[in-house]
């Protein structure tokens, strides 16, 4: 009988369900891992304490190799070894190079890899545009369609789901679903103690209480709290960030989603089942429905679909390394109240949500020029939902523009005015998000337009810049503001 492998995000139902109930099952786990990079403490924690509650479920029929690498588990079994297709390039390189393995199709995505391919191939020279693959994915899936037309006749709602925070920096959701810990969690908080201590592995961030479901019946349990509870306010505030509400009506699911705790196409199916029944508005479960089985599997797809060197693209030719208060999360350096906010819930907590990720901080490396590899490095490293084919599209791509627009049609760049409407960050900060040059300029109105001015060549050829472009030429204050900027660099503003 062959050995099913299980990566670790490879943990739900749906990798295993082809198989006989006694069938044995291979779980790794391998410190050298850890040992290469400096993790967030939180996600070592969710990412270990998920895969030994998974092998403590399976009992005798799962072999849970504590080991330094995955090759020195897979040498110590007998016989043929079968595995989902992996996330990862890396993984993909390893588990093809061994005779003694065979790679399934993917399991967690709600397209499969050849519907895309045929869909890529579909278009000729057209771009594979996000909308059109959404669309597709909805009728083939059949998912929020009244027969051939849309639910409620519209296929996307994103106009109405841009509305800015709440006034009163409130919004009137319950709270998130939080786990419980239990001994398996205080085991691997144990053994993270005792590996940082013998100086085996270094961490970055706080390890808190867990906040991210772990295992098959919390991820159940989270998805049943955020539907029943939390869908309905979901799609109105979903661009919109507030200072003391970090979770706002997010799912918190990318983390138990790509752990392989849920299925795309169940989660959806719940949605769905809301706005049916008239639980939750069309309007956020369509905006809902959008990330998971647009989104999400578009940057899958789009992971595995771009050449090898894509990971390596640095179109805008951004070279600043990534500073040290950034690497190591000192909320406390930055004066900024929205970096100082938003990388304080990093620290804390492995995670923000979406705006954040793309206008705070992607938006600050963006303009400041930091090397983009170095900044999905990090992105990958302090984000409990962070894998490499989930990071290295939407940093490269979408965050960083560093692959000259495939994902993205003009770089997410924008002035402090954004976060001003977005957010209620700019209230109580001691910069002024109006003002360029001078002590209080903010650092993102300044930033941008030294951005702009630095880039201009490189942008000139794309016509959504053209507008702002032009603006920068009519800037009589660029010189002084582009000094400014430069004398600014990456200190933490
Ligand atoms: C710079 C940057 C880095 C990101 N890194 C990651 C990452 O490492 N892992 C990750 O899962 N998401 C990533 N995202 C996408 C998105 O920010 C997170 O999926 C989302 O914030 C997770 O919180 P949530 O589950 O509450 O999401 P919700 O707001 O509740 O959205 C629902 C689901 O949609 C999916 N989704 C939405 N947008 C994306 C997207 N662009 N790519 C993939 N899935 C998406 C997620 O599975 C998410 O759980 C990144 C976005 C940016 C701009
Ligand atoms: S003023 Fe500028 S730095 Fe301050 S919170 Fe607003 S955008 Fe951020």
Same mark, same amino acid.
């Given at each position: 009988? %062959?050995?099913?492998?299980?990566?670790?995000?490879?943990?739900?139902?749906?990798?295993?369900?082809?198989?006989?109930?006694?069938?044995?099952?291979?779980?790794?786990?391998?410190?050298?891992?850890?040992?290469?990079?400096?993790?967030?403490?939180? !996600?070592?924690? $969710?990412?270990?304490?998920?895969?030994?509650?998974?092998?403590?479920?399976?009992?005798?029929?799962?072999?849970?190799?504590?080991?330094?690498?995955?090759?020195?588990?897979?040498?110590?079994?007998?016989? /043929?070894?079968?595995?989902?297709?992996?996330?990862?390039?890396?993984?993909?390189? $390893?588990?093809?190079?061994?005779?003694?393995?065979?790679?399934?199709?993917?399991?967690?995505?709600?397209? /499969?890899?050849?519907?895309?391919?045929?869909?890529?191939?579909?278009?000729?020279?057209?771009?594979?545009?996000?909308?059109?693959?959404?669309?597709?994915?909805?009728?083939?899936?059949?998912?929020? +369609?009244?027969?051939?037309?849309?639910?409620? *006749?519209?296929? @996307?709602?994103? #106009?109405? @789901?841009?509305?800015?925070? /709440?006034?009163?920096?409130? $919004?009137?959701?319950?709270?998130?679903?939080?786990?419980?810990?239990?001994?398996?969690?205080?085991? &691997?908080?144990?053994?993270?103690?005792?590996?940082?201590?013998?100086?085996?592995?270094?961490?970055?961030?706080?390890?808190?209480?867990?906040?991210?479901?772990?295992?098959?019946?919390?991820?159940?349990?989270?998805?049943?709290?955020?539907?029943?509870?939390?869908?309905?306010?979901?799609?109105?505030?979903?661009?919109?960030?507030?200072?003391?509400?970090?979770?706002?009506?997010?799912?918190?699911?990318?983390?138990? +989603?790509?752990?392989?705790?849920?299925? /795309?196409?169940?989660?959806?199916?719940? #949605?769905?089942?809301?706005?049916?029944?008239?639980?939750? %508005?069309?309007?956020?479960?369509?905006?809902?429905?959008?990330?998971?089985? *647009?989104?999400?599997?578009?940057?899958?797809?789009?992971?595995?679909?771009?050449?090898?060197?894509?990971?390596?693209?640095?179109?805008?030719?951004?070279?600043?390394?990534?500073?040290?208060?950034?690497?190591?999360?000192?909320?406390?350096? &930055?004066?900024?109240?929205?970096?100082?906010?938003?990388?304080?819930?990093?620290?804390?907590?492995?995670?923000?949500?979406?705006?954040?990720?793309?206008?705070?901080?992607? @938006?600050?490396?963006?303009?400041?020029?930091?090397?983009?590899?170095?900044?999905?490095?990090?992105?990958?490293?302090?984000?409990?939902?962070?894998?490499?084919? &989930?990071?290295?599209?939407?940093?490269?791509?979408?965050?960083?523009?560093?692959?000259?627009? &495939? +994902?993205?049609? !003009?770089?997410?760049? %924008?002035?402090?005015?954004?976060?001003?409407? +977005?957010?209620?960050?700019?209230? *109580?900060?001691?910069?002024?998000? !109006?003002?360029?040059?001078?002590?209080?300029?903010?650092?993102?109105?300044?930033?941008?337009? #030294?951005?702009?001015?630095?880039?201009?060549?490189?942008?000139?050829?794309?016509?959504?810049?053209?507008?702002?472009? !032009?603006?920068?030429?009519?800037?009589?204050?660029?010189? #002084?503001?582009?000094?400014?900027?430069?004398?600014?660099?990456?200190?933490?503003?």
């Amino acid at each position: 009988m %062959s050995v099913r492998w299980l990566f670790g995000d490879q943990l739900g139902p749906h990798f295993t369900d082809d198989l006989a109930d006694d069938a044995p099952v291979l779980l790794v786990e391998s410190r050298r891992v850890f040992a290469r990079r400096r993790f967030h403490r939180a !996600k070592a924690h $969710l990412v270990l304490s998920a895969m030994r509650h998974r092998a403590a479920e399976l009992g005798d029929r799962c072999t849970y190799a504590q080991v330094g690498t995955y090759a020195e588990a897979l040498d110590a079994v007998r016989g /043929p070894v079968t595995v989902a297709y992996p996330t990862s390039h890396a993984a993909l390189r $390893l588990v093809q190079a061994r005779d003694d393995v065979e790679v399934l199709p993917a399991r967690g995505f709600a397209t /499969p890899m050849p519907e895309f391919a045929r869909w890529a191939d579909g278009r000729g020279a057209r771009r594979l545009l996000l909308e059109d693959f959404y669309r597709d994915a909805r009728r083939r899936l059949d998912v929020l +369609m009244d027969g051939d037309e849309p639910a409620g *006749g519209r296929w @996307n709602f994103d #106009a109405d @789901n841009r509305e800015p925070p /709440p006034r009163d920096g409130r $919004l009137a959701v319950p709270g998130p679903w939080w786990p419980a810990e239990d001994d398996v969690d205080a085991q &691997v908080r144990d053994d993270l103690d005792r590996w940082e201590r013998d100086g085996d592995v270094a961490f970055v961030g706080r390890d808190g209480p867990r906040r991210f479901a772990a295992t098959r019946a919390e991820a159940l349990a989270a998805l049943d709290h955020f539907v029943t509870h939390r869908l309905d306010a979901f799609g109105p505030h979903e661009d919109a960030m507030l200072a003391d509400d970090p979770w706002m009506a997010h799912s918190l699911l990318s983390a138990p +989603m790509n752990l392989g705790l849920l299925d /795309p196409l169940e989660v959806v199916a719940r #949605a769905e089942q809301a706005y049916r029944t008239g639980a939750a %508005s069309l309007q956020s479960v369509e905006g809902f429905v959008r990330q998971v089985i *647009g989104w999400r599997d578009y940057v899958w797809h789009l992971y595995w679909h771009q050449p090898p060197g894509y990971r390596d693209r640095n179109a805008l030719a951004a070279g600043e390394p990534l500073p040290q208060w950034f690497a190591d999360l000192d909320a406390d350096a &930055v004066e900024a109240r929205c970096l100082s906010t938003v990388l304080a819930g990093v620290r804390d907590h492995g995670w923000v949500h979406h705006i954040p990720r793309l206008m705070v901080l992607g @938006n600050w490396a963006l303009q400041r020029g930091v090397d983009p590899a170095a900044l999905t490095d990090w992105f990958h490293r302090c984000f409990v939902d962070g894998y490499d084919w &989930v990071m290295v599209p939407n940093v490269v791509g979408m965050s960083q523009h560093a692959d000259g627009g &495939v +994902m993205a049609t !003009k770089p997410y760049a %924008s002035g402090g005015a954004y976060v001003d409407r +977005m957010s209620d960050f700019c209230r *109580g900060c001691r910069y002024n998000p !109006k003002k360029r040059l001078g002590p209080d300029a903010c650092p993102y109105t300044a930033g941008y337009w #030294a951005f702009l001015d630095r880039t201009r060549d490189r942008l000139a050829g794309n016509h959504r810049m053209a507008q702002p472009l !032009k603006g920068l030429e009519r800037l009589a204050d660029l010189g #002084a503001v582009v000094a400014q900027e430069r004398d600014r660099g990456t200190s933490a503003p």
